[in-house]
């Protein structure tokens, strides 16, 4: 992976995509070879510097009960211009809006777990603020593992559109279960059974044939018999799922 690429990592459930994420993150000790950065053994470094060049996002991330602005900046006592960056950051996931409608905008509470005024997000809001996150913070690299999963097709086209327009110059590793995400990818890495078994563009991958191939295609068929794919407000009807 060179720096600014964006990458692709998919494969169905059980493949290895999120160990994969962990182990780049240095959470788990490589069993046999080596992660690299910048040349260097990723375990030569202080933990804590390597990781601060990780702006991530997990499926199972959390939001706690502090202010929107802390959320997406990860901290506390924040400045005034870091609270213009969590809501340019906001803007551009696409919940800018929805936090502009709440009383105490980008200084209101999340949960209610200490607050009962606080304001509480749908997943798919929720997702959108864990994304808002990851632009906000000043990281090379933007790792984000499946951080669509609770969009539909057409928010999620939009994300990811946001996503790559945002991160020019860094490196964006992405992992989807939808291919229609990663269609624009620099590279795709397909892992099956903790392997990589094919790699390339979206094209290139296509025309290789394989498990790529079939994937695609099975779920293309969902859009396939002449209708319009889903919107926002049909939702659940989104793409099968490898």
């Known amino acids: 992976m060179r720096a600014g690429e964006k990458i692709a990592i998919v494969g169905a ?16 000790e490589p069993q046999s070879g080596k992660i690299i950065y910048n040349g260097k053994p990723a375990a030569s470094y202080c933990l804590a510097s390597y990781r601060e060049k990780f702006a991530t996002v997990f499926r199972d991330f959390r939001l706690f009960s502090a202010t929107v ?35 105490g905008g980008i200084d209101s509470t999340l949960t209610k777990e200490f607050d009962p005024e606080g304001i509480v997000l749908s997943g798919g809001q929720a997702q959108k603020l864990a994304v808002a996150s990851a632009l906000a913070l000043d ?42 995400s990663v269609i624009s990818a620099d590279r795709i890495y397909l892992i099956n059974n903790g392997e990589v078994v094919q790699k390339g563009t979206h094209h290139e991958l296509l025309e290789q044939g394989g498990l790529y191939a079939r994937l695609w295609y099975m779920q293309a068929e969902n859009y396939l018999d002449g209708q319009d794919p889903p919107g926002e407000e049909t939702g659940a009807a989104s793409a099968q799922e490898v």
């Open 13 to 28: 459930n059980g493949a290895g995509k999120t160990t994969l994420a962990k182990l780049l993150l240095h959470f788990y």
């Open 69 to 103: 602005a802390e959320n997406v900046m990860r901290r506390g006592n924040l400045t005034d211009a870091e609270k213009r960056a969590a809501l340019e950051a906001l803007e551009k996931a696409d919940l800018g809006e929805r936090i502009g409608e709440c009383p």
């Open 139 to 180: 990281a090379p690299i933007v790792l984000l593992d499946e951080p669509s999963s609770a969009l539909d097709p057409i928010a999620e086209g939009r994300m990811y559109r946001t996503l790559f327009d945002c991160c020019q110059g860094r490196t964006m590793i992405f992992i989807s279960h939808r291919l229609s």
